[in-house]
């Protein structure tokens, strides 16, 4: 597939890094970072984006309940709406801010037991119950394929998951994968060590 580079937004994942590593990465023009810890995010991000007003900033990573309001009041972008009472918490945080954030459905692609994310068979249902009883406006689907499997089947699985959805929003690939997920459709690509490097804490 050829793909126009405009279609593909870059988040660069700028977990574990802190201000004076980041800084450098927007001189050079990005502007769309990930984070996945809120209480991190919140430590590092207000200032640099004080600087830099048109930052978007999404997380990646769960999302406990009793953070939301700080997650809706800092993100842009939302990747890991997994379960109903999270949908119901964003869904009344949304109302009182009037504004929402872009909402991707975390799907575990894997059926991994530690992983987050709604299983496949559920998806169809999660996405439905978001809409009709939560209200919410959905963006996309996300998927984190397990590490020691390769990532096509479960991008394709994906790819299939919110097309028959209705769904645009596809977030897929890392820095290991994300070429193939571009052939294969993804508009959200999230990529962190091969741009800031390895990683010292893994997390
Ligand atoms: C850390 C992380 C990434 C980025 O991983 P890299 O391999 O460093 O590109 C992408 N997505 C999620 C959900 C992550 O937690």
């Given at each position: 597939m050829n793909r126009d580079g405009a279609e593909v937004t870059l988040?660069?994942?700028?977990?574990?890094?802190a201000a004076a590593q980041i800084s450098p990465v927007i001189a050079a023009g990005q502007r769309v970072f990930g984070e996945n810890r809120v209480q991190e995010a919140l430590a590092k991000w207000p200032a640099l984006k004080a600087d830099t007003p048109d930052i978007k900033l999404h997380l990646i990573g769960p999302l406990q309940s009793n953070k939301t309001r700080d997650a809706v009041g800092l993100f842009?972008?939302?990747h890991t709406l997994d379960r109903p009472k999270l949908a119901r918490i964003l869904a009344d945080e949304i109302q009182a801010r009037g504004h929402a954030p872009a909402l991707f459905i975390q799907v575990n692609t894997g059926e991994e037991a530690q992983k987050a994310g709604v299983l496949p068979g559920a998806t169809d249902a999660f996405v439905a119950q978001c809409r009709d009883e939560f209200g919410l406006s959905i963006k996309g689907l996300m998927c984190l394929p397990p590490?020691?499997?390769?990532p096509a089947p479960h991008f394709a699985l994906l790819v299939k998951l919110a097309a028959r959805n209705g769904l645009t929003g596809l977030s897929m690939g890392m820095s290991a994968d994300f070429p193939e997920a571009v052939r294969m459709g993804a508009n959200f690509v999230r990529v962190g060590s091969a741009i800031f490097g390895a990683r010292e804490v893994k997390h």
């Open positions: 988040v660069a994942v700028s977990k574990t890094f842009d972008a939302i590490a020691a499997e390769a």
